[in-house]
């Protein structure tokens, strides 16, 4: 269980998990030109909430969500405060039809799908909770990085194939299972309900960017 696991390595998670300020401001440098100015945004896997300065600096409202209660604890702690939610993203979001500018998962959150059916409904729930022209975006690991990552036996990395790993935390012991679409397999998992561009996000990374289309005779 994912929750599990981001509870063990909370207290540590910005030491010893979280990138580097550059590739986070890089990271935030592509996503804010993509936001309306004011935003109402969904930050699903929200974290410890680094990423959050920025996007408030900028003058958007954020909720987060998160299913690591420690997780939320410490993005609770950080100076601006914004609406936290703990949840599941892999189960119906808890909010209604059109509530959000933007939805957000970055950082790899969405490579922890318990299972392909929850993988495949995902898609369909961030289209219902955005509004008509709303935009998704998310960062998401690519194989290759993750399977050369895996060759080192001593690091946390296990690969088991077929587009699956697995994270060891040497601390605690704790683990967490990771999915790893290729690049046209996310394509084609958002195809119908959030037809979603594929990007090169960097080393190791690929970001998914959506915007949800009005539904054929919709006003909206």
């Known amino acids: 269980m994912s929750a599990r696991f981001f509870d ?23 996503l804010l030109p993509l936001l309306a100015p004011r935003s109402r945004i969904a930050d699903l896997g929200v974290g410890t909430g680094r990423e959050l300065p920025r996007l408030l600096d900028a003058g958007h409202e954020v909720v987060g969500l998160d299913a690591s209660e420690r997780m939320l604890a410490e993005c609770a702690r950080r100076a601006r405060r914004i609406a936290l939610v703990r949840a599941d993203l892999w189960e119906r979001l808890p909010w209604d039809d059109g509530s959000f500018d933007a939805v957000i998962a970055l950082h790899g959150t969405l490579a922890h799908a318990p299972t392909d059916a929850a993988l495949a409904a995902f898609p369909a ?11 998704f975006v998310a960062e998401v690991p690519e194989p290759g990085w993750f399977e050369d990552l895996a060759r080192d036996a001593r690091g ?50 690929l970001v998914l960017v959506a915007r949800r289309q009005p539904r054929e005779g919709s006003a909206a």
Do not use: C, K, M
């Open 125 to 135: 729930e961030v289209a219902r909770v955005l509004r008509p022209s709303g935009v």
């Open 156 to 205: 946390p990395a296990v690969w088991l194939g077929a587009g699956r790993g697995r994270f060891v935390d040497d601390a605690t012991g704790e683990r967490v299972d990771v999915r790893l679409p290729s690049r046209d397999e996310w394509q084609a998992l958002f195809a119908r309900d959030l037809p979603a561009r594929v990007d090169d996000g960097g080393i190791g990374e």
């Open 8 to 30: 063990a390595i909370a207290p540590r998670y910005d030491r010893v998990y979280a990138r580097a300020a550059a590739e986070l401001a890089q990271s935030l440098d592509r």
